[in-house]
Every structure is written in C-alpha cells, then in structure tokens.
C-alpha cells in the first residue's frame, strides 16, 4: 500500500470474476491508460473482452516450470518487481487482488522490501459472486482457501482455489474430519460468467465430478449439537450442562467432587493402553477430556480461571520449552531436548529442593521411582547396580528380624524402596510391573477357578499340594 501523494511504481487490479461486466470502471481505465501490464494469467474470461492501451504480458509461462502453486506466485511477484525496476507497472489478478489471491501479497511484500509505493485496485471476487448467487448473508460468510483450509463449523464458508478433481478429493477427505457425509454442500461452476450454475450435492459425492479454476465450493454452517467431530462442539453441551438453566447434578459440581472421577478415568485410560485396545482408549480419553472440561466450567463459575486460560497456559509452555522447533535453539537427539526441558523447567520455577513438585497423591510406586530418579540425576546413589542388591538383602534381613506393627511396616517400606531402585537401573517402570503382575495373577487364578469348577473341586477344601498343581496346569496353559 502506499501513503498519500507518494508516486505509485506497481499498480495491482483485479479483474473480477470472470464476467467483463463486472470490471470496475477505475480498473478499466488503469489498463487501458498505457502503462505495461503484467497479467498473472490470460486463461481468465475477462481478459478476452479488455482494451489495453499499452504493451501486455502475463506469467503463463511459470505454471509449467514449477511444481507449486507457492513457487508459480513467488516467480510471478519478482517478475512484476523486475518490471517496476524500470517503471510503473500494472500487475492484473483474477477476481480481486487480496481475496485468495496470494500472488498479489508476495508482490506486496517484495514492494515493501524495496521500498516501492503500491496501490490495489479492488475487485470483485468469487466470494461476492457467490454470495449472490447463492442469495445468504454475506455477513458471516468466511472465505477459505481448499489449499490451506481454515474453517469454523459454525459459519457458512465459501472455498476457493478448488481447481482440478484431485484438490476436491483432498477438500473432502478434510471436510469429513469435521461434517458428516450426508452433509449437503453446493458447488458453483464457472463463477461469473454466463455459463454459471449450481450443483447440490452431499458431502461425501463433492469429487465425483470435473472441477475447474471458476469453481467454488459453499459449505452450510453444522449446528452446535451437530459439530461432534471438532472440541467446539463438545465445549458446547459441557458449557449448555453448567449453564444457569442446565443440569442441575452439574452445576452441583465441585473440584472436591469431582476428584475421584478425574482419578478414575485416568486409571481407566491407563487400563485400555495396558489392554492394547484402541477402542476403548478412544473412549476413555473422552471421558478424560470431559473430566478437564468440567473442572473448567467448575473454575468459571467460581470466577477464578476460564478454560482459555488453561490451554494459553500449556500452549505457551509447550512452544517455551521446544525452542528447538519454536527458535532458534539446536536438539538432535531426545536426551538433548529432556535436558534443554528440565533446564528450562528449572529457570520457570526455581525450586529449593530437586524433589520439590513430585505430587504426593502419586501412587507409592511410581512415587518413589520418580523420587529416586530426580536423586539420582545429582549423583546420589550406588555406582552400579551390585549396590541396590547388597541393599535388598540387608533390608530383608532386617524385615526378618522386624518386631510387629510399625517396625515391620516400615522395613517393609524400605524393602519396596529398595525394589524400585533396581527397577530404575534395570529400565523397568515398577508401576507398571506390578500391575503386570496383578493382572498375571488375576488371569491365572481366574484359570484356577475354572479348572476347579470343572472339576467340581471347592478350593477352599484342598490342600496346598492341590492348589499348586491347578496353579502350574494353569500357567502351562498360557504357554
């Protein structure tokens, strides 16, 4: 753009949609003053119908000599810029300059670069002419690129650069992310020109036809309870359920009331990884994410945090501390970025002890693992794994001779203690092999059980002997 009085070196018009009709008059008479014209393209209806006044050229020649779209405009921008080099110059763009016409912004940025006055001349686009054919307030309307796509749900939305079958194919596979595939869209074919006309259609039949560089896509808006597919549309039955004239169970919540079930749906998602069933954790996480919504609409009832506020939070700590994907830090391997992430963890919040932020509501376990491994990290334990060993058969030893009650208890605590140690070095997650081992014994007794009622054995009538063979029959059954 340029500032008032400053003497213009690149004019940049749009030519409208495709109809000569629709032409401005201020752009006709740009191209028709004399000045060298520069046309992005002379495949366009309205160029055939023009009256120059000067030498023409276009940029019809970088289509075949590049392989994207991105490097055709790039090529194009320098061109028009060369040309300014040496005098004014008119750049013509299809429909108008700054509606998905990428082009013109790249001739924009290199003229600022240089120090070049620029002006647009509008345009009408292809969102115009569809918002008139299709006869819907443009008011809402967003207008999106297929190439790029950025789209809300909830507003109608009209798509460009649609231009050959294989970008509708890619369009669609997008769109059934989010709308379903009876979803009716409307595909509006050679955009302002006379041949002009509008086909409807579902969603899921949007590639089954020819596509064209003067067709467009129109997309109805979801409503809220029909956008299951994106979070908006879950943040809105979760904030509809704590709204004043919602659910009442709800709106009773607390974050104390709450608790439990955020703990228990974390275990069970823990449960479906454990079980190797993406079904399951499918579902498990949504129970999780509603556990984190709720808190969230508990917390904005309250007044004191929204839910913004807690994805800002994580969003800002995530690109804080990946400086080497946000910035402009170096880290090749994943135990660089662990050290960059503690390094950086340790400047956001100093801490007087390295244990300091272990939740103590941990199970004892993992606790005591996570405990261990941060002592470690400054040095604070055995040299070799011969250490810990010699440990466990201390602490043994001791729980052997430990009186009753508290004494036991606690050198029972130590033997543990000692246990994960070993897990540590040994790379193993004590956690979660003790849940293995749970769910070992679990699946083995519930075998045991079986062979007794097959037998018509009561197992609280036989001896150790007859339990221990079930058991190892059990256990050779497995393998």
Same mark, same amino acid.
């Given at each position: 753009?340029?500032?008032?009085?400053?003497?213009?070196?690149?004019?940049?018009?749009?030519?409208?949609?495709?109809?000569?009709?629709?032409?401005?008059?201020?752009?006709?008479?740009?191209?028709?003053?004399?000045?060298?014209?520069?046309?992005?393209?002379?495949?366009?209806?309205?160029?055939?119908?023009?009256?120059?006044?000067?030498?023409?050229?276009?940029?019809?020649?970088?289509?075949?000599?590049?392989?994207?779209?991105?490097?055709?405009? %790039?090529? #194009?921008? $320098?061109?028009?810029?060369? *040309? /300014? &080099? @040496? +005098?004014?110059?008119?750049?013509?763009? =299809? !429909?108008?300059?700054?509606?998905?016409? %990428?082009? #013109?912004? $790249?001739?924009?940025?290199? *003229? /600022? &670069? @240089? +120090?070049?006055?620029?002006?647009?001349? =509008? !345009?009408?686009?292809?969102?115009?002419?569809?918002? #008139?054919?299709?006869?819907?307030?443009?008011?809402?309307?967003?207008?999106?690129?297929?190439?790029?796509?950025?789209?809300?749900?909830?507003?109608?939305?009209?798509?460009?650069?649609?231009?050959?079958?294989?970008?509708?194919?890619?369009?669609?596979?997008?769109?059934?992310?989010?709308?379903?595939?009876?979803?009716?869209?409307?595909?509006?074919?050679?955009?302002?020109?006379?041949?002009?006309?509008?086909?409807?259609?579902?969603?899921?039949?949007?590639?089954?036809?020819?596509?064209?560089?003067?067709?467009?896509?129109?997309?109805?808006?979801?409503?809220?309870?029909?956008?299951?597919?994106?979070?908006?549309?879950?943040?809105?039955?979760?904030?509809?359920?704590?709204?004043?004239?919602?659910?009442?169970?709800?709106?009773?919540?607390?974050?104390?009331?709450?608790?439990?079930?955020?703990?228990?749906?974390?275990?069970?998602?823990?449960?479906?990884?454990?079980?190797?069933?993406?079904?399951?954790?499918?579902?498990?996480?949504?129970?999780?994410?509603?556990?984190?919504?709720?808190?969230?609409?508990?917390?904005?009832?309250?007044?004191?945090?929204?839910?913004?506020?807690?994805?800002?939070?994580?969003?800002?700590?995530?690109?804080?501390?990946?400086?080497?994907?946000?910035?402009?830090?170096?880290?090749?391997?994943?135990?660089?970025?662990?050290?960059?992430?503690?390094?950086?963890?340790?400047?956001?919040?100093?801490?007087?002890?390295?244990?300091?932020?272990?939740?103590?509501?941990?199970?004892?376990?993992?606790?005591?693992?996570?405990?261990?491994?941060?002592?470690?990290?400054?040095?604070?334990?055995?040299?070799?794994?011969?250490?810990?060993?010699?440990?466990?058969?201390?602490?043994?030893?001791?729980?052997?001779?430990?009186?009753?009650?508290?004494?036991?208890?606690?050198?029972?605590?130590?033997?543990?203690?000692?246990?994960?140690?070993?897990?540590?070095?040994?790379?193993?997650?004590?956690?979660?092999?003790?849940?293995?081992?749970?769910?070992?014994?679990?699946?083995?007794?519930?075998?045991?059980?079986?062979?007794?009622?097959?037998?018509?054995?009561?197992?609280?009538?036989?001896?150790?002997?007859?339990?221990?063979?079930?058991?190892?029959?059990?256990?050779?059954?497995?393998?």
């Amino acid at each position: 753009m340029t500032a008032a009085g400053d003497a213009i070196r690149i004019h940049i018009a749009g030519l409208g949609p495709g109809d000569p009709g629709l032409l401005t008059q201020e752009t006709a008479a740009l191209l028709a003053s004399g000045q060298p014209v520069i046309l992005r393209t002379r495949h366009h209806p309205t160029v055939a119908g023009l009256a120059f006044g000067g030498e023409v050229s276009d940029c019809d020649d970088l289509y075949g000599a590049a392989e994207r779209f991105d490097e055709v405009y %790039r090529a #194009a921008a $320098e061109r028009v810029i060369a *040309a /300014a &080099e @040496r +005098g004014p110059v008119v750049y013509a763009v =299809p !429909g108008h300059p700054l509606v998905a016409e %990428r082009s #013109a912004g $790249e001739v924009l940025r290199l *003229a /600022a &670069e @240089r +120090g070049f006055a620029a002006r647009v001349y =509008p !345009g009408v686009s292809f969102a115009d002419v569809a918002i #008139a054919r299709l006869g819907i307030d443009g008011g809402n309307v967003q207008v999106c690129d297929a190439e790029d796509l950025r789209i809300d749900t909830w507003r109608p939305a009209v798509i460009g650069q649609v231009y050959r079958r294989e970008v509708a194919s890619e369009l669609k596979l997008r769109l059934l992310e989010w709308y379903p595939a009876d979803h009716p869209v409307r595909v509006l074919r050679r955009l302002g020109t006379a041949e002009e006309r509008v086909e409807e259609m579902e969603l899921a039949a949007l590639d089954h036809g020819p596509f064209g560089y003067l067709d467009a896509v129109y997309v109805p808006p979801l409503a809220p309870l029909e956008d299951v597919r994106r979070f908006d549309g879950l943040d809105y039955v979760v904030r509809r359920l704590n709204a004043p004239n919602g659910c009442p169970w709800d709106r009773e919540q607390t974050h104390a009331t709450l608790r439990p079930h955020l703990l228990e749906e974390a275990y069970e998602a823990l449960e479906a990884i454990d079980r190797g069933d993406p079904a399951a954790l499918e579902e498990e996480l949504g129970d999780l994410l509603l556990q984190v919504l709720m808190h969230a609409a508990v917390a904005e009832r309250e007044g004191t945090f929204e839910f913004g506020d807690v994805v800002e939070h994580i969003a800002r700590k995530l690109i804080r501390r990946h400086p080497h994907v946000f910035g402009e830090a170096v880290a090749e391997t994943a135990e660089e970025v662990y050290r960059n992430w503690e390094a950086l963890k340790q400047q956001e919040k100093p801490r007087a002890s390295i244990l300091d932020g272990v939740p103590r509501t941990l199970p004892a376990l993992a606790a005591s693992q996570t405990i261990q491994g941060r002592a470690r990290r400054v040095g604070f334990d055995w040299p070799d794994i011969e250490g810990p060993l010699e440990k466990l058969a201390e602490e043994v030893g001791e729980l052997a001779r430990a009186g009753a009650g508290p004494e036991r208890e606690a050198e029972f605590g130590d033997v543990l203690f000692t246990l994960v140690n070993i897990a540590d070095r040994l790379g193993v997650d004590a956690e979660q092999a003790l849940r293995g081992a749970n769910e070992k014994f679990r699946r083995r007794f519930g075998e045991v059980e079986r062979l007794a009622k097959e037998r018509g054995l009561e197992l609280r009538e036989l001896d150790l002997a007859g339990l221990d063979r079930l058991w190892e029959e059990a256990k050779a059954g497995e393998g």
